[in-house]
Every structure is written in C-alpha cells, then in structure tokens.
C-alpha cells in the first residue's frame, strides 16, 4: 500500500511558476512509476509527466513540454513538479500518481487527493 499527498499548489499569474510537490509513504519499493495528472472542469483527467523509479526515464505531454520539470529525491518518498512559464490552460487540479510494478503502463494504482493550481491572466 502507498499514500500520496500533493502540495504546493495556489494561484498565479501567467508566466509565473508553481513548485509541486507529493509526499510517498509505505511500500516504495514496490512502486516503479510516479507521475502527475491534471483534470480541468468538463474535461478529462489527463498525464502530464511521469518518471520511473529505476532509471529516471521522464515523459511530458507535449504542450508542457520546456516548461514543466519532473524530479524525484534520491529516496523516491518526494516527488516534485516544476512548473514555470505557466498558462491560463494550465488550471486543473494536479494529482500524484504511483504505478505498482507489474501493472500495465498507463494504469496508476496509487493517487493523491489532489492540489490545485489557478493560472490567471
């Protein structure tokens, strides 16, 4: 079992940055994927980074791309979101998420409860 929990999220201005972050508690070890996920009002929840706990292989959505950052402590229990030259469409609340080894990629068994960030123009 893991528990996640998100914070850092508030509100900014376009152009600003936002550092997320999410701490990991119980079995890491069993855990080998961590990533972030955004839901809007009316849309669907959607990726946006994930990184793997063995080698540090990242992916991004590509409209992040060049402005989000992912990274993880050595320890892999803080997991963290960079967000910079942030937009308007960049609002939804952002969720950490942890894939159990053996599980099918894309499919995220551990979330958090969820942090949001308001980008205003």
Known sequence: QVQLVESGGGSVRAGGSLKLSCAASGNIPYVC???WFRQAPGKER???STIRNDDG???YIDSVKGRFTISQDND???LYLQ????KTEDTA???CAARRCGTPYSTMN???QG????VSS
């Open 110 to 112: 551990y979330w958090g």
């Open 33 to 35: 994927e961590m990533g």
């Open 115 to 118: 942090t949001q960030v308001t």
């Open 57 to 59: 292989t990242t992916t």
């Open 93 to 95: 609340r952002y969720y």
């Open 46 to 48: 959607e990726s946006v």
């Open 76 to 78: 892999k229990r803080t």
């Open 83 to 86: 967000m910079n030259s942030l």
